[in-house]
């Protein structure tokens, strides 16, 4: 039987008919390599969790090349001749690290680390790819595939371009600083001083890497077609085109498949009988140029980008192939561009009309053609939309050919997106300018648009009338942009942008290309920077913490404890426990109606027939509770279901369990399972808080939570100021999305759980299955990012976990889709508010009269608007405020804590009313602040150092010239203060043992870690309060057993009191030393050990952090400047610089810190700018639940320079060892970018003519409220 052979790390693979076409490499890599460094999340290309890299032959040349793939995309039978390299075959443990994984580590570039082998293996391949050949620019802009939700990415992108060619002394400086940390030992072995073992190991792992020749299958391929045959597929693997003819005319029904990666974007869920792998076929590629320039359809995009930049330099005729590279840098990423083929994307153009190709795109507007063979000897030349409208049964896509473009013609083209890379377009559009010889006037107009509707191509009447005109004069401007308004009506498609913004985008576009080729002298010095397209400076981040050397390892800058083994794929989570005997997959059914539909049976029939599928469970196969959320819990308020018994709350809401074999056979049968309604509910839905509040249910559904009444109110009021705020939800997008692993044990079940609260997956596991709870051992080693989601959140598919473990007698993974996740799991709270504020002529507050609404889904747990009004007050003096805060519930996901709740949202709404007062009274916003004020407030202070540290004022000044100097580009500068109230949870646990063979210490405790490097905090508390070197302690997994009844980790305080417990446990046993210690005149801490050990004294100590230790609430002060640049044609901006100054306290772990609050400042510029979530109106539907609709912010969106000072001299006399916390309150401060934004939009409708009025941008402030708000009409679009 034929086979697929490739290898992994060296390894030799095959694989046969056992594995079908929907076995991707990655779920190969994870379950039958068993190697779990490897991670996946969205298993859609669009998160970089999966990357590895990949050497192999590519054709024609067969040259050998080193790439990096999306495991997720890739079959593990299109792997044949390949050789794998996953994050483990770099390095490890035993043998030593690889230069990047230490250096990423040494960096602090890794929080929760489930992200980080992602980004080790894009970086390896592309060091290994560029042969080491990259400069800083070239290294930034090479990771659009990779998502990282926890670090903000400037710790990332400098331990990256720390190896840069052309790498600053900064950076280079660090790397020298970071060598030695002994904390981070490039191997695990213990060794000499100059580690001839590590040297000797790595050469060793790179020999294996590097002789990959040897490897006997490469020089085996004999291009020979190669056929996989299983009992429901056949995979041919073909090389030549003959053959690809000849198995689709054997075929009935078949798929062809080149790079795969198309299923990215378009789901396949189902493959037909025949699969036929043409990645290889030899006449697919290379590249010819006779007049045209005609590449094979089978060229991966990389490879072309490549052939572009290359024939722009070298022929002139091609010189606009420069153009199309630019263009084509932002289409998709490296990994997809990797294997993606020119064929595959616009053959998935041609298969779906409405997909906004920018290959189509670009290829269209140059005039370009395609060849469509149907067998080896006919083959037809047709143009592109020709193309769409042919029958591809039977047919290969052969070719592109591009013609050559003379010096008359000039070619612009725009792709606008959601964020700097990584999204498809908004819009795109092209345009190709042919003059008449020696002439302004043209002869021939192309203008193309993508995603305006599925049949829109070209703006013919517009190219029509622009023939024999003058492009640079206004009345032909004119002419064009009415023509163009006037033939654009987009179609709408949620969740896409709304029509009339991409109609007027697409208009802005082209006079942005106008602007951009107009000669000096016809344009407006002024309009000229609108032709441009954002230019971002290489990011930089400077961050300035004083450290206080005698209480290290306390206070000393050191790199998270794992981060080495998250770096190199070792660090474990709850999915990476190794395959289990027996064990089975269990995937959600979910209630795909409309809320309050009543469920009155399930039919599995059709489920339970799919190959592998073991069983179905709904409600009322739970023996016990059916709620994840029990009551007897503390912050609980209402009980939730684990599967909806009968009433359905909301559309997605879990209601079923299937189980198989496999993860993906469970997720496929689970969409099988018919679920029969004893009603549907046609009624009108209450989906947001303006649906509850105009509805005649409003007083079920709306509970006034808490009113704050004002102490006095002030007499002088001069303005009375009115208004509306509202912002949306948030989804936390953590990147291990919620997962479980249940394991039968001889006393009960082990819960490997990615959770933030042991104690309440353990009370709500045992209730749910009636048994005792000391039977139900919960283990969390880390968790991959969790943000407040895995608070309560994850216990529901714990719970779900445990169910099919004590059902079926087997572990049980439960790995949550993402897009699941999404769907049924509830997110940030909406908050609406409305307010009357009086003030004096200062605009010191009177009065203050507000009423705000925050969105709970459709049950009142997890209610955040008592601490929403608490964290109202922010920085100010509130003894005038009257304040009411309600919770409403409507048809929703409940919705849960999310990363700084409450705090967001206070602090957003008072920030914005006294951005409202100034703007009302033409008063600076920092002055009204200071005037508001609370006393006794360091804040003041702050604003006039982060003033000065960032030069505030002069940089205003600097911006006020550039908008006086340009029309479409506006930028703003703008400054927040925050405090933020911190307070306690409730009980964490510390148990410290030492051992007496070596001194060693273990630390063990109720916290979790997720990232926010709480272990390594402790561990450094640890040593100093023991006086040992950091390098002794070791922080072990989280368990129940072991740290029974813990509270919750959040709240950004979960660090500090197990810091605290650990504190007090350590003090415990040095009390206990002490006596011994008195009678050593001389010790090491290794012979008072082994002493105490001798003495029978208990080397082990525990202590629980309660309220009973008299811990007090305190409050961390902040203030941020930020500096925001708008292009008003685009509506994209770039944050151009933040200077955060933040009061830590005396920092317990200054990097710790100071990544803390670059990633909640990171993750709040998503929420204010990208983050936008779309749901059905009429269902309730989400419509974003995938990396394709939703996009948090990537590495080329955060500030290009980010500066982080802590505040200096800085103590806490409430807080642990003079700490504070950091992990939160920073998020809030990024409010401040929709006040610069607004400011943007402000100056460019002054501009405009508008007269000066108070504008909302909207929240988020997306491309397109930004570009909305900016008010632009056609006339507008001029010259002069
Ligand atoms: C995360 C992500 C982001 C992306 N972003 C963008 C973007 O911004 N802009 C954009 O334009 N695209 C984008 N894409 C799409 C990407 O360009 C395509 O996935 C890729 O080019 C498809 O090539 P492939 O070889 O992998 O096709 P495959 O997935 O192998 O095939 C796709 C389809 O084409 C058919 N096919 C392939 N080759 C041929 C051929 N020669 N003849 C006949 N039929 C053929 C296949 O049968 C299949 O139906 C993105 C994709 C991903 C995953
Ligand atoms: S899992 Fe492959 S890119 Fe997200
Ligand atoms: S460290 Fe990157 S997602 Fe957590």
């Given at each position: 039987m034929s086979q697929i052979v490739f290898t992994i790390n060296g390894k030799k693979h095959q694989v046969d008919g056992k594995f079908g076409p929907d076995v991707s490499l990655n779920e190969y890599i994870r379950n039958v390599a068993d190697l779990r460094g490897t991670k996946a999340m969205c298993?859609?290309?669009?998160?970089?969790?999966?990357v590895v890299a990949v050497r192999a032959a590519t054709p024609p040349t067969q040259e050998m090349r080193t790439f990096a793939v999306n495991s997720c995309l890739v079959s593990v039978l299109s792997c044949h001749g390949w050789e794998v390299t996953t994050v483990e075959g770099i390095g490890n443990r035993t043998v030593g690290y690889h230069d990047i994984q230490s250096r990423l580590a040494k960096f602090n570039g890794t929080q929760c680390g489930y992200c980080s082998p992602g980004w080790v293996m894009s970086m390896y391949s592309l060091v290994e790819s560029k042969n080491n050949d990259l400069t800083m620019k070239d290294i930034e802009n090479s990771f659009a595939a990779n998502i990282c939700r926890c670090t903000g990415y400037r710790p990332i992108a400098d331990a990256f371009k720390s190896f840069a060619k052309d790498a600053d002394e900064r950076l280079l400086n660090k790397v020298c600083d970071l060598e030695d940390l002994a904390i981070l030992k490039s191997c695990g072995v213990t060794c000499a001083k100059q580690c001839p073992h590590k040297k000797k190991h790595i050469s060793e792992i790179n020999k294996k890497v590097e002789k990959k020749e040897d490897w006997c299958e490469v020089g085996k391929i004999d291009n020979k077609m190669l056929t996989i045959d299983s009992t429901n597929h056949k995979w041919s693997k073909v090389y030549k085109l003959d053959d690809v003819f000849k198995s689709m005319n054997e075929s009935g029904d078949y798929k062809l498949i080149a790079g795969n990666t198309g299923q990215g974007v378009y789901h396949v869920t189902d493959y037909p009988k025949n699969i036929i792998d043409i990645f290889n076929v030899v006449e697919l590629k290379g590249h010819i140029v006779d007049v045209n320039l005609i590449i094979g359809a089978g060229m991966p995009l990389a490879e072309m980008m490549d052939l572009f930049l290359t024939m722009s330099s070298e022929n002139e005729d091609f010189s606009y192939l420069k153009q199309l590279f630019d263009h084509m840098d932002l289409v998709a990423h490296i990994p997809v561009r990797n294997i993606g083929t020119i064929g595959g994307n616009l053959c998935l153009k041609h298969a779906n009309n409405v997909f906004q190709s920018d290959l189509f795109l670009l290829f269209e507007t140059v005039g370009g053609m395609v060849t469509v063979a149907e067998s080896i000897n006919k083959k037809t030349v047709m143009s592109l939309p020709d193309f769409l409208n042919i029958d591809m049964k039977g047919k290969v896509l052969l070719n592109v050919i591009l013609p050559p473009l003379s010096h008359c013609c000039n070619v612009k083209t725009y792709k606008i997106m959601?964020?700097?890379?990584?999204a498809h377009a908004i819009v795109n559009a092209g345009f190709l300018f042919r003059f008449r010889q020696n002439s302004q006037l043209l002869e021939k107009v192309t203008i193309v648009y993508g995603s305006?509707?599925?049949?829109?191509?070209?703006a013919s009447k517009t190219e029509t009338v622009l023939v024999g005109k003058d492009l640079y004069n206004n009345d032909t401007l004119q002419l064009a942009v009415k023509t163009l308004f006037d033939e654009i009506i987009p179609e709408?498609?949620?969740?896409?942008?709304?029509s009339a913004f991409r109609r007027m985008l697409a208009v802005a576009l082209y006079y942005k290309a106008i602007l951009s080729m107009c000669p000096e002298g016809k344009v407006d010095p002024r309009y000229l920077s609108g032709g441009q397209t954002m230019k971002r400076m290489i990011s930089e981040g400077n961050q300035i913490f004083d450290t206080d050397k005698s209480v290290w390892p306390l206070n000393q800058p050191v790199p998270k404890l794992e981060a080495l083994v998250q770096c190199s794929g070792e660090a474990v989570f709850a999915n990476d426990l190794p395959r289990q005997q027996n064990e089975v997959f269990a995937a959600f059914v979910t209630a795909d109606v409309v809320a309050g539909s009543v469920i009155e049976s399930f039919d599995a029939t059709t489920a339970l027939k799919i190959p592998g599928v073991v069983a179905f469970y709904s409600a009322k196969d739970i023996p016990g509770d059916n709620t994840f959320t029990p009551s007897n819990m503390p912050f609980i308020t209402a009980e939730e279901e684990i599967l909806c018994s009968s009433k359905v709350q909301f559309y997605g809401q879990p209601a079923g369990i299937i189980v198989a074999d496999r993860e993906k056979t469970a997720q496929k049968a689970a969409k099988a399972v018919k679920i029969n309604y004893s009603f549907v509910n046609n009624g009108k839905l209450l989906l947001t808080i303006d649906d509850v509040l105009k509805s005649p249910e409003k007083s079920t559904r709306v509970v006034v939570n808490r009113t704050i009444e004002p102490s006095e109110t002030g007499k002088n009021v001069r303005s009375i100021i009115q208004g509306e705020y509202r912002m949306e939800s948030q989804y936390h997008y953590h990147m291990e999305t919620h997962t479980t692993v249940a394991k039968p044990t001889e006393d009960g079940m082990e819960i490997y759980a990615a959770t933030q609260w042991l104690d309440l997956t353990n009370v709500a596991i045992a209730q749910c299955l009636k048994v005792p709870v000391n039977s139900i051992n919960v283990v969390v080693r880390r968790v991959g990012g969790a943000y407040g989601a895995k608070i309560t959140r994850a216990t529901q598919i714990a719970c779900a976990a445990a169910l099919v473990t004590h059902l079926q007698g087997t572990p049980c993974r439960f790995i949550l889709p993402l897009q699941t996740n999404m769907k049924s799991i509830g997110k940030r709270l909406p908050t609406s508010c409305n307010f009357e504020a009086g003030v004096d002529k200062e605009g010191t507050i009177q009065y203050l009269k507000l009423t705000f609404y925050q969105d709970c889904g459709h049950v009142f747990n997890e209610v955040i608007a008592p601490l929403t009004a608490e964290h109202m007050r922010n920085c100010y003096d509130i003894k005038s405020w009257w304040i009411e805060a309600n919770s409403v519930a409507t048809d929703t996901p409940s919705n849960t804590w999310c990363r700084a709740p409450g705090t967001t949202e206070g602090v957003a709404i008072i920030e914005h009313i006294m951005e409202r007062i100034a703007y009302n009274l033409n008063k600076d916003p920092l002055h009204v602040r200071l005037l508001n004020m609370a006393k006794e407030n360091p804040i003041p202070e702050m604003i006039d150092q982060l003033g000065k540290d960032s030069n505030f004022k002069q940089r205003q000044e600097d911006i006020k010239k550039f908008n006086k100097e340009n029309r479409w580009r506006k930028r703003a500068l703008n400054m927040l203060p925050l405090s933020v109230g911190i307070f306690y949870l409730g009980n964490y646990n510390s148990i410290v043992s030492i051992y007496h063979g070596d001194g060693s210490v273990v630390v063990l405790h109720g916290g979790i870690e997720m990232g926010q490097g709480l272990n390594t905090k402790a561990a450094q508390v640890c040593a100093y309060a023991l006086g040992v070197p950091l390098e002794k302690i070791s922080v072990k997994p989280s368990t129940s057993f072991t740290s029974p009844n813990s509270i919750v980790t959040g709240g950004s305080i979960g660090s500090e009191c197990v810091a605290f417990a650990t504190k007090k446990a350590c003090d415990i046993l040095m009390e206990r030393l002490k006596p011994i210690k008195d009678k050593m005149e001389k010790y090491s801490w290794e012979d008072l050990i082994k002493q105490a050990y001798g003495a029978g004294l208990d080397l082990q100590a525990s202590y629980m952090f309660s309220f009973n230790d008299g811990v007090k609430p305190y409050n961390v002060y902040a203030t941020c400047a930020l500096e925001v640049e708008v292009d008003l044609l685009t509506g994209n901006h770039d944050v151009r610089r933040v200077d955060i100054l933040e009061d830590t306290g005396r920092s317990l772990s200054p990097e710790i810190d100071v990544a803390q609050i670059e990633g909640a400042f990171v993750m709040g510029l998503g929420y204010w700018t990208s983050e936008k979530l779309v749901y059905d109106k009429d269902t309730g539907e989400i419509l974003t639940d995938r990396t394709w609709t939703y996009k948090p912010p990537g590495i080329k969106d955060i500030p290009a320079d980010m500066r982080i000072y802590f505040k200096r001299d800085s103590r806490n006399e409430f807080g642990v060892l003079q700490s504070k916390a950091t992990g939160e309150p920073a998020l809030c401060l990024a409010v401040v970018v929709t006040h610069a934004l607004r400011d943007c939009v402000r100056a460019a409708r002054l501009e405009a003519g508008y007269q000066d009025q108070w504008v909302d941008v909207g929240n988020p402030c997306t491309v397109e409220n930004i570009f909305m708000a900016a008010g632009h009409r056609l006339e507008h679009f001029k010259l002069k």
């Open positions: 298993q859609e290309g669009g998160c970089g969790a999966c959601p964020r700097s890379q990584n305006i509707s599925p049949t829109f191509i070209h709408e498609a949620l969740p896409e942008p709304s």
